[in-house]
């Protein structure tokens, strides 16, 4: 009988260790847990929106799949496609879209179609009317892509519209989520430099973009491995790259390769004296004269005249732009009242 009672004692004692133990361990997940939603409480909520992978893209599906992906390839291989080679015959340079437009439209503050569908038709000042996104992908091609616009009944053009639809799924009519906008920089207080930023980009840029500024071409691909930055195969100058801004703002926030936003490289005057350099070199010239016909809208940085001020094409090129900006507040001001 004592045998038993042993016995009996011995499993109390086993099952109340145990139970004592699950008790601790739960206690310390719970202050793992109250810990952790601490650290959660004191970050900030990184909210942006990101595209879909391709790899989502239901293409084995049925033929509006199959459309889908034809637009992201077409997105992400331009070049093989409409290039000075391609097989469809040459629309294009030899830039591929996503060589502005990052990770095949997906990267948030990579210049991203995150608000295309929402935001469009849209009044575009510069071209003096309301575009749809058919136009806007056609704008795109005479401008980054120096190229001749697809005809509005094709396959291509259609599956460019397809793919950005499809990425932009279940945004609402006039929504603009987070990271679908250019990070804007502040202004420097002086003109930007393009001899420093001949240094950012030896520094920086020439390793994948190479010394002369032509990028890397894969002659086996046929398609640059990393695109010309000037010369006669990348964007021309009534691009929306060619406005300093804009290329300082996309340097900033997406180079050198592997930068993201959360982890910048360049200083915010680097990014503009490197985007002065770039775009201090020859390039297409594109036939402007019927852009921004009121000449009151154009951006600060849009370097070609006529202006609504004084300001010499020099300062609209490289600034300082701050002046620029505070006499157009002003010009304004007195128009409204």
Same mark, same amino acid.
């Given at each position: ?69 034809? &637009? ?10 409409? &290039?000075?080679?391609?097989?469809? &015959? ?11 437009? !990052? ?38 091609? !005479? ?41 804007? !920089? ?71 390769? &592997? ?79």
């Amino acid at each position: 009988m004592k045998e038993y009672w042993g016995a009996f004692i011995f499993s109390i004692f086993i099952a109340f260790t145990f139970i004592n133990g699950c008790r601790v361990i739960q206690n310390e997940n719970r202050l793992k847990e109250r810990r952790f939603n601490d650290f959660i409480k004191t970050e900030v909520m990184d909210t942006v929106w990101r595209g879909a992978p391709a790899s989502q893209i239901p293409y084995y599906n049925d033929s509006s799949g199959k459309l889908i992906y034809y &637009g992201y390839q077409l997105i992400s291989n331009t070049a093989y496609y409409l &290039g000075p080679k391609g097989r469809l &015959g040459k629309t294009s340079n030899a830039l591929n879209c996503q060589n502005c437009h !990052l990770d095949g439209g997906t990267r948030p503050f990579g210049n991203n179609f995150g608000k295309v569908m929402s935001t469009y038709p849209q009044y575009k000042a510069r071209n003096n009317e309301t575009q749809d996104v058919y136009l806007r992908i056609n704008d795109c091609m !005479l401008r980054s892509m120096n190229g001749k616009p697809l005809n509005y009944q094709s396959r291509e053009i259609k599956a460019i519209y397809a793919y950005i639809k499809w990425l932009d799924k279940g945004i609402p009519k006039g929504v603009i989520r987070g990271g679908t906008k250019m990070k804007k !920089l502040p202004y420097l207080n002086r003109a930007a430099n393009p001899e420093s930023g001949k240094q950012v980009f030896i520094q920086n840029c020439q390793s994948c973009h190479g010394a002369d500024g032509q990028g890397q071409y894969n002659s086996a691909l046929q398609k640059f491995d990393y695109p010309p930055l000037w010369g006669p195969n990348s964007y021309n100058d009534g691009a929306g790259m060619f406005r300093l801004g804009t290329f300082a703002s996309f340097v900033k926030y997406n180079m050198p390769y &592997g930068t993201d936003y959360h982890n910048t490289v360049l200083k915010d005057a680097d990014a503009w004296d490197v985007a002065a350099y770039v775009n201090s070199q020859p390039r297409p010239h594109m036939d402007q004269h019927l852009d921004w016909k009121n000449i009151a809208k154009k951006p600060v940085d849009f370097p070609f005249p006529p202006f609504s001020d004084t300001f010499s094409v020099q300062q609209h090129k490289y600034g300082p732009f701050q002046p620029i900006l505070e006499m157009t507040k002003k010009q304004r001001f007195s128009h409204n009242n």
